[in-house]
């Protein structure tokens, strides 16, 4: 896969893009990317990039002269171009799934109060807010979406630890541990250490409704839940309802 990601601030992005498992999928060929400073692409002698918004309002808006430029330099009308905002849809793990099947995406980040409409009207293919609050720039958002993206790549993590982990199969991940078996006096569930195949993937399957049930109920609703796992869930509603 190729990222370009477009930006007027590329030294917060370089330390990712160089670190740890990027820089390793990097390495094996199976990512590669630019880091496309906007501000490069700016015509007056001041490198202007932002100016006031037509028809009034508070702060600044990208010009789309020089962000046109750095999207035509990506080629950016042949690739999968997403805009991050906190006014796009939300991002989740279904949506980075999306995007790491395709061949070449574009992440534009936004500065200021964002880019000029016409940008995002010839350009871009999705607008995407990494979540409900907002951030002081797109750098941020970006690396979470570059993130949770490369990293579903075949590849570049194992397949079994992306199939366990939260999210996969609509439900948070289980609790895990490791040695040693006491520690502090806290002791690792018996069940875990039993040897006992069936009943660990019975225990792991509880505990992922048990913490989705009090984390994120969101996530069950619609699931249509069945035999064993129904009963899983009506038992821990239960106790629940008791405690
Ligand atoms: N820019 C500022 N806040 C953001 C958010 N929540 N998601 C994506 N981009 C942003």
Redesign the pocket.
């Known amino acids: 896969m190729r990222i370009d990601v477009l930006t007027l601030f590329p030294e917060i992005l370089e330390g990712f893009f160089s670190s740890s498992i990027m820089a390793r999928a990097v390495e094996r060929n199976l990512v590669s990317y630019g880091l496309v400073n906007i501000r490069d692409y700016a015509t007056d002698k001041h490198h202007k990039c932002d100016d006031e918004i037509f028809g009034g309002g508070a702060g600044m808006l990208m010009l789309p002269g020089p962000v046109s430029s750095a999207l035509d330099a990506v080629d950016a009308k042949n690739a999968r171009v997403v805009y991050?905002?906190?006014g796009?849809r939300l991002?989740n793990q279904a949506y980075a799934r999306d995007l790491a099947g395709e061949e070449r995406i574009v992440i534009l980040c936004?500065r200021y109060e964002g880019i000029d409409q016409r940008i995002i009207d010839a350009y871009v293919d999705d607008e995407?807010?990494?979540?409900?609050?907002?951030?002081?720039?797109?750098e941020t958002?970006a690396l979470v979406i570059v993130d949770a993206v490369y990293r579903l790549i075949p590849g570049v993590i194992s397949g079994e630890s992306l199939d366990e982990e939260s999210f996969e199969g609509g439900l948070l991940e289980y609790p895990q541990y490791t040695r040693p078996a006491v520690y502090d006096s806290m002791q690792v569930p018996e069940v875990l250490v039993s040897g006992h195949h069936a009943n660990i993937v019975k225990w792991r399957m509880k505990k992922r409704l048990e913490k989705t049930l009090l984390y994120r109920p969101d996530l069950l609703q619609g699931k249509g839940l069945e035999g064993e796992l129904r009963a899983m869930i009506l038992e821990l509603i239960e106790q629940g309802g008791e405690a």
């Open positions: 991050v905002t906190p796009g991002f936004g995407v807010s990494v979540g409900d609050y907002v951030l002081s720039s797109g958002a």
